[in-house]
């Protein structure tokens, strides 16, 4: 029972019988095990983006239970910008020997050798090369028809329009004003050669919705989500790992602090949080008490009005 | 006044809190979805803007991107917490739909934002397709809108089974409740025509409400001591969602087929309605072979029984043929299978609907190519029928559907999975119609052959009735114009001149039949027997476009999309 203002007392509805009521999780899950299914089944040649953060976790385990008893039908894709912390590289090469699916690693290798970094350049072009333009190189270079992303779109405005089935046209962009009208649970899988789809099977999931699942399925995530002592540069409320020599500003010494990451992207650009939530019911605690979103602690939204909107258009996950 | 926002603490992470038991709380939680729809100054930006944030949904870096910003003054105009598309930002309405997420302690909701203009029915129509509820909003002060009955008209015509109608900006009629009773008795009134024509009967709520302010939204509020129902949120808490689908009769549609060896062959779906347990009888259509369910296997351990809406691989004892686009029912209670039906439709593409394209249609996991023949075409803004032939984009109409191989479906009133299909244009690959099965026709080919092609048989064909031109013009203009219908893919002869007989005869078989006659300076059109004759003078160009024009004009050519 909640107390109201007016004190009067607000009694929450009767419960259905239990055998009408289907958990959300369970919604969510079923959901999404039709949509991977529905790609597998359509297209000649899907890949799953893999990033190794937590809703890559819950994809990847989301596949494993479509294709049950078989194996997942499509290789795995990490673009890999060369900023990702070692122990997400780790944790990768062991998750995907551990489902037994194939793992392919795609990075911009003249990029790379360029030193291009989000301090020489600015974030958004960084991003543009070791991100946006790695992936379409990658699609393009292995013929990929269809690409499943973990993305959700409780996580930003330009998400929240996104469809489940995302078409891409021959150069892997997005028209937020063309999209394909996407009713009930029919989704319009044709495409010409050249163009792609874009498959976000956890469209509908929310950021606390993934770590309940996680929870309930005990399913492993990178050890930098769970907070314990780490070396950060403080810069007033921001936490920067220490990952990259060029982060440091000069004479900046790292101090130890009780930490951890809300999200994983590359190190220079993902700041930790102070925290000791070092449980996953402590993190969905924590979650509770957050009043800031998941992608606050991003540097690369913040650059510009819209700036994600204008990174997907030009082919982003 | 301000906008007084206050949050109660929902999500209290007071100093007794449990995670454990909030987690075990979390378990129990079902999800509703519902959509609305709605314009610039109706208050749904404010409404749901209300409903994240009195739920604490929104996190303050949102609220602070937003704060001082758009148009509602010292309020948080909420529509841009909403509007996540430059393009709307810019122009301050919804085009798209967009996907929100709140929860209460209770139960976690899915909002289908969608846009109220007309101009955007296919948004609305994608936002109801999967709602389970729909809010209709109604401004108190004006009554209720073209704008109004066409959500709920969209929203009874795609099955949502609650349609919930909230009288909003109460405080500015004084919470009035004659105000609020005649608002209902009209809409009651415009719900029943709806349902008549849609063959769906939603169950209706009315609020009174107060966006703004909050009133009636989250608690019931002392403004409105004469009405005893309800606020809205409490609503939303306690509509019944998947009620009905474990009961139903038993379908699942093949979605894969997985053989990871050669002893295991697993028929993966998700239920789309009923139960069923291993040993069951169960059926394959459209083949209408039958076996038992031997296992239900999934990740997490083989199960006795299974409902909707599930994700399931079952495996059966006996080996048949099994493939995608099949349907798996319990024996005793198997589906039609037909390859003709009628169907509502709703276009969503910017070709309109032409008899002569080819189009695919998916139903559950098979697409076949259809011939799409509309019946009728639905005025909203008369509630009427009307003839026609063409249903452009925003449209609604009645289509007979023929299907190339017969499909096992059911009325969408019965079954939301398996009445609904999309249209998709063979040759673009747009998602072009949306459609809900309305009666399974009878089946019988022979039948159909047997009977003679009518004329509107031929007129659907080719996109024009029969009909003799008689065109008095220089021989460049007739041959511009000649080949300017043969572009447009007009069924057009031009036979010899001196022949009395055959235009007559080519027109009577469905074509647009040219005769010319050399004609100096001028040019004059006469359509048929009817004397619509028109004089037309200027250059080349300007000519065959007036032509063109005045073919249109008379009812010979139907739609514009295929002279481009």
Redo the contacts between chains.
Sequence with gaps: M?P???GST?S?????SS?????????????S??IL??V??EFERPVMLYSIGKDSSVMLRLA????????IPFPLLHIDTGFKFQEMLAFRDAMARAVGAELLVWRNEPAIAAGTNPIVLDTKRCCGLLKTQALLDALKHYGFDAAFGGAR??E??????ERIFSFRDGAGQWD??N????????Y?S???PGESIRVFPL??W?E??VW?YI??EEIPIVDLYFAKPRPMYVRGEALLPVEQAFVARLGEKPQMVRSRLRSLGCSPCTGAIRSDADTL??I??EL??????ER?NRVIDHDQE?SM?IKKREGYF | MACALTQPDLHDVGTDFSIDAFLEREREKDLLRFSTAGSVDDGKSTLIGRLLYDTQSVYDDQVLSIRGKGTAGPQLDFALLTDGLRAEREQGITIDVAYRYFSTPRRKFIIADTPGHEQYTRNMATGASTADAAIVLVDARKGVLPQSRRHAYIATLLGVRHIIVAVNKMDLVDYDAETFASIRSEFESFARYAAAESGHTPELHFIPVSALLGVNVVRVSDETPWYDGPALLELLESLPTTVGSEIAPFRLPIQHVIRPHQGFRGFAGQIASGTIRVGDPVTVLPSGRTSRVERIVTYDGDLDVAHAPLSVTLTLEDELDISRGDLLTLAGEETRVARRFAASLVWMDGRSLDASRRYLLKHTSQTVPAEVRLRHRVDLEQSIREPGRVLEMNTIGVAEIETRRPIALEQYRENRTLGAFVLIDAETNATAGAGMVREVLTDDASAVDARPVTALERATRWGHAGVVLRLKAPSSVANAFERALLKAGVFVVRPPDDDPTTPGVLAAAGALVLVAEEGGHSISLRIGSSRAESLIHGETTKAVASLLRLLRESNVLHHQERTR
Excluded: C
């Design positions: 909640l109201t203002e007016n607000y929450p509805p009767i419960p259905l055998l009408q009521r289907v958990s959300h999780l369970r919604l969510l899950e079923a959901e095990i039709h299914r529905e597998a089944s494993q239970k479509a294709f049950f008893p078989g194996p779109r409780d930003e405005k330009s998400r929240a329009k937020p004003k999209q394909r009208p996407e009713l009930w649970n029919l319009n044709r495409v010409h469209s509908n929310t606390m919705d309940q929870h309930e019911p402590k969905i605690g509770l008490s957050f009043r800031s979103s606050a819209g909107e």
